[in-house]
């Protein structure tokens, strides 16, 4: 018969916490406002960027990021691609009670806007490592798809496989992700659902979706419900000193955001020939 010694215990509890699934992530959250625009009269796009796990809506004061823009792809190839850079723009907002940021862009022309965010390394105390994430959003303007596939030439990024707008639930998303504008094979993936509806899930397991990258840097995942879908590819930084002058491990993440719509209501014609 096995005795729970002093010594045995505590470290079968610490067992036990280790095996148990981690709380929800921590994501940058960027959203630009509508997901899609196909107005011709539409001139500017708010954009929220905020801190936070998005399914358990909770969120971590931000400070300001050291990089906001946006690469625009013209409709036609032989535009010119133009980087706006919008930092300046930016204005304190709250999210969940918390310092966040917001900010309203112009859209001075037809095109598809690349929004990309670079953040400053975040010290996450109970995990006792730094944070850095660089995240994206992709906004096509007036009907221009242009550019949806092109990397944008961040530290990490996932470039998306499928276009990533006009999905409609339940979608499947398919990106590559790239450390160093080169392919990361064997990198987890996590995946969490903005929760603004509240959704229950049955565990902590299902807060937070996670797949790894094949050899060739590619994951899938199958989005169930529309909203707002965060994909967060994650890797081990450069390490860098902490407030007590030793060196701390960095986490880097290539955050990824797209919409997803509901399900299209399909209407079967009179006559029971087609849909429209």
């Known amino acids: 018969m096995l005795r729970l010694t002093r010594t045995l215990l505590p470290a079968l509890l610490w067992g036990l916490l280790a095996a148990s699934p981690a709380l929800a992530e921590y994501f940058t959250i960027l959203r630009a406002t509508p997901p899609w625009i196909s107005d011709q009269k539409c001139k500017e ?18 400070d300001l990021v050291q990089m ?37 862009i112009p859209l001075a022309e037809p095109g598809l806007y690349q929004l990309v965010v670079e953040t400053r390394p975040y010290w996450e105390e109970t995990r006792g490592i730094f944070l850095q994430q660089f995240a994206q959003t992709i906004v096509p303007v007036q009907g221009c798809e242009r550019g949806w596939e092109l990397p944008v030439g961040l530290k990490m990024e996932i470039l998306p496989l499928t276009r990533p707008f006009g999905l409609l639930a ?22 969490e659902y903005l929760n603004e509806d ?30 707002w879908w965060g994909f967060a590819a994650v890797t081990q930084g450069d390490p860098l000193k902490g407030s007590d002058g030793q060196s701390k491990n960095t986490e880097l993440s290539g955050v990824f955001w797209i919409y997803i719509d509901p399900p299209a209501t399909l209407k079967r014609k009179q006559g029971g020939q087609g849909d429209e």
């Open 45 to 62: 796009l708010s954009v929220s960027i905020a801190f936070g796990h998005p399914f358990a809506q909770m969120a971590a004061d931000m």
């Open 170 to 191: 339940p979608a499947l998303f398919t990106g590559r992700v790239l450390f160093d504008e080169k392919i990361l094979p064997d990198a987890p993936v996590r995946i």
């Open 198 to 227: 509240k959704r229950t899930v049955p565990s902590l397991y299902h807060q937070t979706q996670q797949v790894r990258t094949d050899e060739r840097g590619v994951f899938s995942f199958v989005c169930p419900y529309p909203g």
């Open 68 to 104: 906001f823009a946006a690469i625009q792809y013209p409709p036609k190839e032989d535009g010119q691609i133009i980087r706006h850079e919008f930092l300046d723009t930016l204005s304190p907002a709250k999210y969940q009670k918390k310092n966040a940021w917001t900010a309203t």
